[in-house]
């Protein structure tokens, strides 16, 4: 069965970079584009940043853009994100996504359970 499982959350000052990591299980991972999205206390899931299912291709919403870095390895079956200069408002829970394609036009089809990223002095 599918398997994403989120990595790196934890309590970080303003100013730092963490770098989150996804393991992808139970699926051909080099044939579906991946995203992160984030959900803030109180606030609506959002779509941070994709890749393709070659890591050729990058897309970030405006949650994502300018700090953070989407990539992925697909001999190790992993899609990181890596997110730099933290500010309070990036504390959420981030969670990994799969899309149900190649690209990232396609809706997402299965979801983490996350990763709880506090951002704090």
């Known amino acids: 069965q599918v398997q994403l499982v989120e990595s790196g959350g934890g309590l970080v000052q303003p100013g730092r970079s963490l770098r989150l990591s996804c393991a992808a299980s139970?699926?051909?991972?080099?044939?579906?584009?991946m995203s992160w999205y984030r959900q803030a206390p109180g606030k609506e899931r959002e779509l941070v940043a994709s890749?393709?299912?070659?890591?050729?291709?990058?897309n970030y919403a405006d949650a994502g853009k300018g700090r953070f870095s989407i990539s992925r390895d697909n001999a190790k079956n992993t899609v990181d994100l890596q997110i730099n200069s933290l500010k309070p408002e990036d504390t959420a829970v981030y969670y990994c996504?799969?899309?149900?394609?190649?690209?990232?036009?396609?809706?997402?089809?299965?979801w983490g359970k996350g990763t709880l990223v506090t951002v704090s002095s």
């Open positions: 996504s799969r899309r149900s394609g190649r690209n990232f036009y396609y809706g997402v089809d299965y």
């Open positions: 139970g699926f051909t991972f080099s044939n579906y584009a």
């Open positions: 890749i393709t299912n070659t890591g050729g291709d990058r």
